[in-house]
């Protein structure tokens, strides 16, 4: 405030100050005095500011005064109304304290009433518990008192032997019961623990080691598992086994200290040689015997201390006992060995600790010699293969681990991690084993520490040598190139003495001999060295292999300079090359470096290791290949020239280059080369021969001039060849040259004679080629006036025609052939096919031959006997040609005979059969218009395609009709038709007699051999036409019998194993799978259709996700027979060889592909071990209704078997081809071919009163004849007896016979098998442990289904079950959990098998449930 106008108005003062003024610090006095100072501080003014001064104080004062009555007078009501309510509040809060202090009075009383009663208990409470913790040290005091008496007991002071085991156990128990009830300053326990306890324990303690030390000595392993059994009751097994570890140690290190020092080698050689007393120094040694020697006998000691070692081991991995483990694991207990304990605390093996720890010591040693010593580093390097064998054998017991040897519980060091990280070359391959140790590889870990850790330095530098020893051998063999003043010397002394500086370049270009054997003799001493470690001997290989290839990179790089001359491979050159002979001695000093590979690749009485061999055996084959490509450039060379002037034939130098270029290849190339290419030079003699007379025929009309050429040239020509090839050991006698051979009789042969020679293809013409047979047939064009020539005919030049003929290097243009079809047949590549056409094109122009040319008519009287003939022999022929030709016919095996045709189509034929007699055979055409003349034998459609290939009809393809098989002999003459038809497909004659076939199922061999064939080259000389219609009702219907119905259509081809297939298949089918039926033909596409369907259909129904885990894994052939056959599309039969699969397996993997079922091989057979049954392919699959089986499911529930469901077995015998006469002759033998007992006695007594064989001295006695003696009597019988007892002669007749059974299984036809039937054995046995199990075995043949009866025993039995594969065997095992024969066998009875056909074995030792 600076002056009156500065005066505030009362509200601002308010605003600014009042705050100040309601401060309680607030001093009038000293606010005047601050209010004073700041307004003016001069004396002048002082009078005049305190008026004003105190204006404004008073204005101050009445603005605050006024301030105060409004708020008094604003507020008044308020605070009067919160005085009234804090004077309610302070009535109710008087109240309040009032009820409180009740509430504290009433509190006070009733604390006085429980206090008392709680001290009361409280100091109850507290003297039980003082009671209960003296009643526990009592005990504790009592039981301590125990144990130390059994203790006192268990180590006896006097005389009495003392048990140490069980005294460690009570010790542990003392000191576990001192620490829990904290015995510690009671008088007697401290006295007792002073006196008795500690002098026990140290005397058990000390027993232990002496027993534990002892042991290992002696090698004694019952005293170290008494000690380790002491010091494991003690507790302390962990800490004195690393005590004896370190112990071991400790005494190793002390006698390999300072063994190896260079100081005291060299004070060992002083020593041993101040002894020596040979005057010429014999018994005088080196450094070197002296390292060796002390190097052998720390590996003794490592050896002896390391056996001990692993005795310690041993005795701990056998030791087991019950291990108590911490009350923290809820008192679990743990069954393990003392090696587990061990090697938990440890952290390995004790043998695996030891022997670490030994190398390490050995390394020391070693390493410390070697870095003060060059000469013990060297020593060890040059010998590193001795280091190696003085480690092996000795140390085999500890290395091998199959024999018991360092086995560690880690996966690898980080030392080994790293060196194996770092080794690829070679690395720790598992086979890589010591040839000194072969029970030790470099995968055991304690060779890979001893390797890693001492020897992997030694290793690479031995290698490294053992390469820069071979490397210098290389070196050797091709020395520097001299300077270039010598270079100079050398022309000038050429020039002056008349030589050929060539020459002298050739002499210096080929190693010497005697150098190349060193780099064998190097590469060779070097493997005999490191054989006897595989590792080393494959890092030596390759090391020689890099040797090798750098030689034959120097020989390359020469061969490349020598040989940019082109003079020095020139075959037409005046004279030869001095270089060519350069090039021969380079390729044969890497053949005789190739030979030398050989033989250290062939075994000897000490072979190579296999990867060292492999090695080897590469390098080998890269030096054959490289010799095979120089040697190439040579020969192919002179092929060129050689080919070359032989295609010129116009050219009258001709004879004088090719001859040149022979000579140049035998002289030059052949004779000094030391490999022979005889593969090689075979094929070009051989195509020179043919190369010239194509070029000579193909090129040239045949004329006369053209003959004496090829008579002239020709034999030059072979001559010339026999000589080249005759110097690699070849004669000129390939197919080429017999084709040549073959093709000169050609050459003076007429068109006709030619035309006739192609067309009949006779076998004397097979073996030459169509190319040569085109050159000949199209020489033969122009010779016979058609005055063209082969380019001619194909519309090309002449030189293409001769590239076409020599081969596609000597075509000079894409486009070959003008004429556009023939230009296809060039592009195509197919020679062939364009020689069949030219030929066929040929031979229509020359003679336009045709079949009826050939044929000559028969006269009217030939005709008339003929037909008289065929009416004769064959009633039913009703078919007279009006005109009838003949011509004469060879087969593809020989056979000769007679056509007889018509105008149309050939009707007879007349040739020598098998039964050696001339007879006349109709032909499927003449069978046609006559049905009925031949007897008819019907068979599959399937088989009718198997005919027409050249097969013979089998028994087993037969069909047999209702009324049977017609009576026909061996030899007849028959028709075969396709099932269901009249129309004859093939023409035979019978192999067997109608009569011997008892049965088509199962039967083998041939029924009829066939003839001729619809659709045979015989079918096609006439109309082609296909087989008619005929109806089948107006002859006798094909019915089959249910028994033969093959539904295996290829049974009626010649193949046995096809035939024994479907036979086995017929029978285990159902009756209502047996329809007769013919058989409907499937794609493979279908039935692999098929087959998806029905493993669909299984999983969506039969093995559905819920109900099928318990099955898993299930064989395959069990998911095929069980659960996929049955469950096929209706009307629909699965046969996996239809398929385009073949077999089960390829099937199931391509499913496991596709993802819908898992596989996996259990003992070499293939289980489906998973189902997808959350594949998009089963989501989307609707499952179809089954087909209703005829006869009940035998999954069904056990019911009461009634004497009419049960199989029925039957006794039957079969005559044997020996007896067969006796039958015949009394005609006893039935249609059915099997008779019983009581019928064979019948027969035999029948037989007996026919010839009246009855002795009438005696009539129990039988006179033999000769069907008796044949079929029933030995040879001496024969010679000695005339009478036989008859019923001894009964049983002779009923053994004779074969025993066969018929089996009848309710509602499937009677099977007839050969022998007794099988049994179903039921096998009671015990498995692992007390575990027993009950097992069926043989229950297909019965018609049981292993599964369903798994499924039925599984819920009588309530036991788990599986259905097995028996391993050799096409049989499965139904497993049941439990002694359940008594179960198993009643319901096998349910199902019809009666008790003799049960053979039970009970293995298990237990009662029967």
Known sequence: M??????????????????????????????????????????????????????????????????????????????????????????????????????????????????????????????????????????????????????????????????????????????????????????????????????????????????????????????????????????VISNAVDTRIQASITALHTLVAGRIDPRALHAGVREHNARATAIDGRDMVGIDSILWTRLEDMIDAVLSSGLEVRVLERVLQRKRDVLRVDARTDGMRVDASYLDVVAAQLGDRVLALWWALAVDTITAEIRSACDESSVVRQILTNSYPRLVQLFLPRLEPLLAARLGGVISVRNAESSVASVLAADGEIGYASDF?????????????????????????????????????????????????????????????????????????????????????????????????????????????????????????VTKDRLASVMSNPQVVDPCAASAHPLTRSVIGLINCVEALRVG????????????????????????????????????????????????????????????????????????????????????????????????????????????????????????????????????????????????????????????????????????????????????????????????????????????????????????????????????????????????????????RMLKLKLADDLSALRESACRSLITEAQSTFPEFNFVPTKLQTQKFVSHVGDKGDIISSSTDPLWIRTTLPTSRAVLVPTVYTQWQNPRMLPILWTWPVVIEKLVGGADLMTAGLVVPKSGLPVLTKGSLVAVCAHGEMAARAVGVMAVDTREIREVVGAKGKAVLVVHTYKDWLWEAGSKDEPPEIPVDSVEEAGVEESAAVEDTTAGVDTTDAIEGAIEELSVQDAAESESTAAVHVTPAEMDALLMTSLKQVMATVLDEKHTGEQLPIAASTLFSTYMLPNAPRNAELDIKKSSFKKLAKFLKAMEKHGLLGLKDIRGETHIKSLNWKHADLSTYTPYAKAKRVEKAEGAPAVKTQKGNMIGLEELLRVPPALRPLFDDVGGEPESGYMTRQQARSVLETYIKKHNLVDLRNPRNIRVDHLVCDGLLTKDEIAKLTFYPRDKLQQRLQDRMTLCTRLTIPGSPSVVRQGRPPFVDILCEKKMGNKVVTRAIGLEVYGVDPAMLAKELRVACASSTSVDPIPGKKTVSVLVQGHQVKIMTKLLHARGLPADLLKVTDKSGKSKK
């Open 433 to 553: 084993d010591l040839a000194q140790s072969p029970n030790v590889q470099y995968s055991d870990w304690g060779m890979r520490v001893l390797w890693t850790r001492l020897l992997s330095v030694f290793e690479a530098e031995y290698v490294s040598k053992a390469a820069s020893r071979m490397d210098d051998s290389v070196t050797r063999c091709f020395p520097a190139p001299p300077p270039a003043g010598l270079v100079d010397a050398q022309s000038t002394w050429s020039q002056r003495h008349n030589t050929k500086r060539d020459e002298l370049t050739a002499v210096n270009t080929v190693p010497n001999r005697k150098l190349v054997a060193s780099v064998v003799r190097s590469v060779g001493t070097e493997l005999e060295m490191a054989k006897s470690d595989a590792r080393l001997c494959a890092m030596v290989a390759r090391a020689a292999a890099r040797a090798i290839a750098s030689f034959v990179a």
């Open 2 to 235: 600076a002056g009156g106008s500065d005066v505030a108005t009362p509200e601002s003062v308010g605003r600014q100050q009042f705050d100040e003024l309601l401060d309680p610090s607030f001093d009038a006095t000293h606010y005047a005095h601050e209010l004073v100072r700041r307004r003016d501080t001069s004396l002048e003014l002082k009078a005049d500011k305190i008026s004003s001064i105190m204006n404004d104080l008073c204005t101050t004062r009445d603005a605050l005064d006024a301030r105060l009555r409004a708020i008094v007078l604003g507020t008044h009501e308020q605070i009067l109304e919160q005085v009234l309510g804090v004077a309610s509040v302070d009535v109710t809060l008087e109240q309040v304290e009032d009820q409180v202090r009740e509430i504290k009075q009433y509190m006070h009383a009733l604390r006085t009433k429980i206090r008392v009663p709680y001290e009361q208990a409280l100091e109850y409470t507290n003297q039980a518990r003082n009671l209960q913790l003296a009643t526990q040290h009592v005990r504790a005091t009592s039981k301590f008192m125990q144990l130390v008496r059994r203790l006192g007991v268990q180590i006896p002071e006097g005389e009495g032997r003392p048990d140490y085991a069980l005294a460690a156990l009570t010790l542990v128990d003392i000191e576990r019961l001192v620490a829990s009830s904290d015995l510690c300053g009671i008088d007697v326990v401290d006295r007792a623990l002073a006196m008795e306890v500690a002098p026990r324990r140290q005397q058990t303690m000390d027993e232990a080691n002496e027993m534990l030390i002892g042991g290992m000595r002696r090698q004694h392993q019952s005293d170290v598992g008494s000690g380790l059994q002491i010091l494991f009751n003690l507790g």
């Open 597 to 844: 590979v050989a033989e250290l690749c062939q075994p000897n009485e000490q072979p190579l290791t296999a990867s060292a061999q492999a090695v080897l055996c590469t390098c080998r084959d890269e030096l054959q290949t490289f010799i095979d490509a120089q040697s190439d450039v040579l020969l192919s060379a002179a092929d060129r020239a050689i080919s070359s002037a032989l295609l010129d034939v116009e050219d009258p130098s001709l004879w004088s280059r090719a001859e040149h270029a022979l000579q140049w290849l035998q002289t030059q190339v052949l004779e000094p080369l030391d490999t022979r290419p005889s593969r090689r030079i075979h094929l070009m003699t051989d195509s020179y021969l043919t190369l010239f007379v194509h070029t000579v025929c193909a090129t040239m009309p045949l004329t006369e001039a053209t003959k004496l050429r090829l008579a002239s040239e020709l034999p030059q020509l072979e001559f010339a060849c026999s000589q080249a090839a005759s110097t690699v050991g070849v004669r000129v006698t390939g197919d080429a040259y017999k084709s040549v051979r073959q093709m000169r009789p050609l050459l003076f042969m007429s068109a006709c004679d030619l035309a006739q020679v192609l067309g009949d293809k006779s076998a004397e013409w097979s073996s030459v080629s169509e190319l040569d047979l085109l050159n000949h047939v199209v020489c033969r064009v122009a010779t016979e006036g058609a005055g063209v020539v082969p380019h001619e005919l194909l519309e090309c030049s002449r030189r293409e025609w001769l590239g076409c003929v020599a081969g596609s290097a000597f075509v000079e243009s894409a486009s070959v052939c003008r004429n556009s079809e023939m230009q296809h047949l060039w592009d195509t590549r197919d020679l062939s096919v364009s020689c069949r056409a030219v030929i066929h094109e040929c031979l229509n």
